[in-house]
C-alpha cells in the first residue's frame, strides 16, 4: 500500500510525532545493579590454579563508562544490555603464547545471557562450563550469574583448545554465581528452540546486527528475541502492556508504507501486514498481547503457513512466562 | 588507454583531494619524474589484488592505483592510518602490509613515514606493528588523549558536527595514507576508511559529539553517528586508501573475538565511497545499505555504484 500526496506527508509527521513521543519509552539499560559489586579479580585463576598458563600481571579493570577506553567503539552494544565492570587478564604458557580472559558483570543475569547470545553463533559448539558456553575456532564465552566470560585464543590448533577451556573451567570454578535467562527465550515454540541461533536483544543496536530494517529506531521495544532456522529469522518484540504494543504497531505499520526501502506493503487484517524489502526479503508483522512478531523469510510463502506460524507463536505459555517477568 | 596527465590537471585533482593532499611546489618538484612529467592515468579506480604474499598484493594494489609516486613526493613527510584498535585476530592491519607501505613511501624518497595514535603502546606491541614500525625505520608518535593535543577543526557543511577535533601533529605531515581493516562493527555494522578518520579525532569529540547525549534512547542515535563519521571525512581527505581485507572477522566487531572469514584481498583507491562499497561487499553488504557510505555519496564523496568504477581484480 502506498500513500501519496498531502495525506502521506500527514502520515509522515504522525509517525515522526509518535517516534518522537515515543522516545522516552526506551529506558537505557544501564540500571545499577541491586546487590553488591562482585569482586571480579578473585574471579581469575593464579598459576596455582592452572597446569602451563601463567597470568601476565596486571590485570585491566574499567568500570562504567571508563569502558570506552578499553574497547573503544566495541562498547556501545555492552551498555545497551546493561554493562557494569570488566577485568581482563592475559595468561602466558611456556612459548610465549597467549589467552586472554575478560571477565565482564553485567547489571543481571539476562544482561549476562544476552550478551553471550549476541556475541556466540550456531557454529559454536556447546560446553558444559559456566550455565552455557560455546567454543568457536579460537575463543570461548561462557555465561554465568551475572557475568559473561571471553576467552580470546591465538589461533585454532589443539593446544589453543585446551587451553581455552582450562582457564575457562578455572574460572567457572571460582565463581559461585547462578541466574536464570530472560523469560521471553521460554515463549519460543519447541521446534525454535534448538534453532540455529537465538539471540536476545535490549535495543536497536543488537537488532540492527541482526537485520537493519531502518536507520532509526522505530520499534521502540523493552525487550525482544530473534531466531534464525532454515530460511527464517523471527523476532519477538515485547512492550510494556498490549496497548502500547498496540500504539507501537501502528507506528511500525507508518514506517514501512512511508519508507522507499519497503514495497507491496499491504495490511489485510488490523493486527497484520506484510510486505518486501529492496532484496525480495518478504516480511510479515503482526501485534499480540504485548508483543509484536516479525518473520522474515527471502522464499515467498503461502499465508497459510505464515498464519500457522504466528499461531505457534500465541500458543505458548503466555500466562507462565508473564508471571515470570521481571 | 592510458592517457598521460599534466602538471596542471594534477593540481586540480589534488586541490579537490583536501588539506592533506595538496602538495607544495617543492614537494611537487619531488615527484616522479618531475613538475613537468606526464603520468598516466591509474589503470584502476578500486584496486583488488589476492594472493599470500601480502607485500607483493599491496605492492600491486598501489601500482594499479597509480603507483606511490603518484602519492608520495621526494622528501614529503607521510602519515599512514593503520588500524590497531584491538589485537584480536581479524581487528587490525597486517603487518605486512604496514611493512610493504612503509618500504613503499621510502623508496619514493619520503623524508620521514610516521604513524600517530592516541591508542596506547600496547595496542602497537599487540599487533605487531610497533615492532615492523621499529624494523623500517618509520617512526610512532603516540598522542596523549588531552584535548590540548588536538585542534578544533570547523565543519562548513557539517550535517551533525559542526566542529572536529583533529590531532595538532597530523597538521605537520604533508601526505596521508589511510590504511583501515574493513571488518564488521557492531555500533554501523560496517567499518572501512570513512569510519577509520575516528583515529584522527579526539576522543572527547567522538564520545561527545558523535553519539548524541541520550544515546542509549534516542530512535536517531545510529544515524546521528554515521552523519558525523560524513562530516569528519568533509575535513580530512586521504590521498590513498589501501584496505587490508586479507583476514577479518564477519562478527563482534570492531574487537572481536569474532568470526573470522579469509577473502585474501588487499584493496586499494582514492575514492573513499567507492572502497568502501566494494568492502561492504566482501562482507556481504551491499553500500547502500551502509549508512555511512550512503550518506557519504549523497555528500558528493566519492562513488557508490561500482559499476561506474574502474574496479581491477588481479591475483598475485
Not at chain 1, 590485570?59 to 570506552?68: H, N, T
Not at chain 1, 564465552?141 to 578455572?170: H, Q
Not at chain 2, 597538521?171 to 583501515?180: C, E, K, L, Q, S
Not at chain 2, 570492531?254 to 573470522?260: I, R
Request: proline share 7%; hydrophobic share 40%.
Amino acid at each position: 500500500m502506498r500513500v501519496s500526496g498531502r495525506a502521506g506527508i500527514l502520515l509522515a509527521a504522525g509517525a515522526a510525532v509518535l517516534l518522537l513521543g515515543s522516545a522516552q519509552e526506551r529506558k537505557p539499560s544501564d540500571v545499577p545493579p541491586i546487590r553488591e559489586p562482585l569482586d571480579l579479580p578473585s574471579f581469575l585463576p593464579s598459576a596455582a590454579d592452572l597446569k602451563a598458563w601463567k597470568p601476565k600481571p596486571p590485570p585491566q579493570r574499567f568500570k562504567g563508562d571508563d569502558l570506552f577506553l578499553y574497547i573503544d567503539g566495541g562498547a556501545e552494544i555492552f551498555c545497551e544490555y546493561g554493562f557494569a565492570e570488566v577485568v581482563a587478564q592475559d595468561y602466558e604458557d611456556p612459548r610465549g603464547r597467549t589467552i586472554t580472559l575478560e571477565i565482564y558483570e553485567m547489571t543481571g543475569p539476562e544482561s549476562a545471557y544476552g550478551m553471550f547470545s549476541f556475541k556466540t553463533t550456531a557454529k559454536g559448539r556447546p560446553y558444559a562450563i559456566g550455565q552455557e558456553a560455546r567454543l568457536e575456532d579460537y575463543y570461548l564465552n561462557f555465561w554465568k550469574g551475572p557475568c559473561l566470560v571471553t576467552l580470546t585464543g591465538f589461533d585454532a590448533s589443539r593446544e589453543c583448545v585446551d587451553g581455552l577451556l582450562e582457564i575457562a573451567r578455572a574460572v567457572n570454578g571460582k565463581m559461585p554465581l547462578k541466574g536464570s535467562r530472560p523469560s521471553l527465550v521460554d515463549l519460543l515454540p519447541k521446534e525454535w528452540a534448538a534453532a540455529s541461533r537465538i539471540v536476545y536483544i535490549r535495543g536497536p543496536l543488537a537488532l540492527s546486527n541482526i537485520h537493519a530494517f531502518f536507520p532509526q529506531d522505530v520499534f521502540l521495544f523493552k525487550e525482544g528475541l530473534a531466531a534464525e532456522q532454515d530460511n527464517f529469522k523471527i523476532f519477538l518484540l515485547r512492550y510494556g502492556a498490549p496497548a502500547e504494543a498496540r500504539r507501537r504497531f501502528q507506528a511500525v505499520f507508518e514506517a514501512f508504507a512511508q519508507s522507499p526501502a519497503y514495497k507491496d506493503v499491504k495490511r489485510p487484517m488490523e493486527n497484520y501486514f506484510e510486505a518486501t524489502d529492496g532484496r525480495g526479503l518478504r516480511l510479515y508483522v503482526q501485534t499480540f498481547d504485548d508483543h509484536i512478531s516479525l518473520i522474515l523469510t527471502p522464499t515467498v510463502t503461502d499465508r497459510e503457513s505464515i498464519a500457522a506460524m504466528f499461531a505457534r507463536l500465541r500458543e505458548r505459555d503466555w500466562e507462565a512466562a508473564s508471571s515470570r517477568r521481571p | 588507454m592510458a592517457h598521460p596527465i599534466g602538471r596542471r590537471e594534477f593540481i586540480s585533482r589534488s586541490a579537490k583531494l583536501g588539506v592533506s593532499a595538496v602538495l607544495s611546489e617543492r614537494l611537487l618538484a619531488g615527484l616522479a619524474g618531475g613538475p613537468g612529467a606526464a603520468w598516466a592515468a591509474p589503470a584502476a579506480d578500486v584496486a583488488v589484488v589476492s594472493g599470500g604474499d601480502l607485500a607483493a598484493a599491496t605492492a600491486k594494489a598501489v601500482e594499479l592505483v597509480g603507483g606511490i609516486g603518484l602519492f608520495v613526493p621526494k622528501k614529503a613527510k607521510v602519515v599512514l592510518m593503520p588500524n590497531v584498535q584491538s589485537k584480536n585476530p581479524g581487528t587490525f592491519t597486517k603487518p605486512e602490509i604496514l611493512r610493504a607501505v612503509i618500504r613503499m613511501c621510502k623508496s619514493a624518497g619520503a623524508a620521514e613515514v610516521a604513524c600517530l595514535s592516541y591508542l596506547g603502546q600496547p595496542n602497537w606491541d599487540g599487533t605487531g606493528l610497533a615492532q615492523v614500525i621499529k624494523e623500517e625505520g618509520a617512526v610512532l608518535k603516540l598522542i596523549p588523549r588531552d584535548d590540548a593535543n588536538f585542534k578544533p577543526t570547523p565543519i562548513p557543511n557539517g550535517a551533525a558536527l559542526k566542529e572536529a577535533m583533529v590531532m595538532n601533529e597530523f597538521r605537520a605531515y604533508d601526505v596521508f595514507i589511510n590504511m583501515p581493516i574493513t571488518k564488521d562493527h557492531a555500533g554501523t555494522r560496517f567499518t572501512g576508511t570513512l569510519k577509520n578518520l575516528m583515529g584522527l579525532n579526539a576522543p572527547s569529540n567522538n564520545r561527545g559529539q558523535f553519539h548524541k547525549p541520550n544515546w542509549q534512547t534516542d530512535p536517531a542515535a545510529i544515524e546521528h553517528l554515521e552523519t558525523c563519521i560524513v562530516d569528519l571525512n568533509t575535513v580530512i581527505t586521504p590521498a590513498l586508501n589501501i584496505v587490508d581485507a586479507t583476514e577479518i572477522i564477519r562478527t563482534n566487531g570492531p574487537m572481536g573475538p569474532g568470526e573470522l572469514i579469509k577473502p585474501g584481498k588487499v584493496i586499494a583507491g582514492v575514492d573513499r565511497v567507492a572502497v568502501d562499497a566494494y568492502c561492504a561487499t566482501v562482507l556481504g553488504l551491499k553500500g547502500e545499505e551502509i549508512i555511512q557510505i550512503r550518506k557519504a555519496w549523497e555528500r558528493k564523496l566519492g562513488e557508490i555504484d561500482l559499476k561506474k568504477v574502474k574496479v581491477v581484480e588481479t591475483k598475485v
